[in-house]
């Protein structure tokens, strides 16, 4: 059914493990086996906000092991504005390719996530977005990447500091990624910038090891990390110790 915008919600990203068979043999694959294409879209609230291991992660890693030859797409949005235009660039495309959204579920009642009727109206999707309030574009020494809500964490951190020589990238769409827009975004900025990626995951998880060679390939410089340590656990249990991670991540993106 090929003009039917068909969802799966996970009540947590995490739960889509119990999909796992249907997504690596159906899903991400199906296109390449048997010429089946599929516009599937996954939503799986994706976010480490202190629930726990069990409700933080949809293992965007996985999915972003598996995109090879433009089969899926993966994105991690921060707008209300972002997820209505994915979804209706997904019915209006004459093409169809499964689509993943990694979105938390605090986003749903941040008044900061909330965008204008005239983003709904006259807007399109942004696979990549800046921030604003930006200082001066020669005076910018550290570009930090992110997806997803930590965002948020990192636009307040700047702006309680006043740190006005950082710029905040969100690469929404993870894959496939913009890299033509990546490069006209960043030509304003000196070539001597310090890039970091920032992300709430693991280091072993999430987008890290996926989108470090690309944006290194991209930009011929080395990409910092700034971010939680690798685990074998998803997050941890505790709220304080989740809360004592988060603050540090976020201050390691100005300081790494």
Known sequence: YPKMLCLWEAQFGDFANGAQTIIDQFIVSAESKWQRPSGIVLL????????????????????????????????????????????????????????????????????????SAEEFVHGRFNEILGSPETGPVDKVKRIIFCSGKVYYDLLKYRSDRKIDDAEIIRIEQLYPLAEKKLREMLKPFSKSAKFVWCQEESENMGAWTFIEPRLRTLFCTEIAYAGREASASPAVGSLARHKREQARLVADAFSV
Do not use: W
Not at 47 to 62: F, K, L, M, N, T
Not at 67 to 76: F, K, R, T, W
């Open 44 to 115: 799986l609230p994706h976010g480490y906000e202190g629930q726990g291991p069990e409700h933080s992660s949809a293992r965007i890693e996985r999915f972003l092991q598996e995109c090879a030859e433009d089969n899926i797409q993966v994105c991690n949005l921060t707008t209300a504005a972002q997820y209505f235009h994915v979804l209706r660039r997904q019915m209006k495309r004459d093409f169809i390719k499964p689509l993943i959204i990694a979105t938390p579920k605090s986003l749903l009642r941040a008044e900061y996530a909330a965008s």
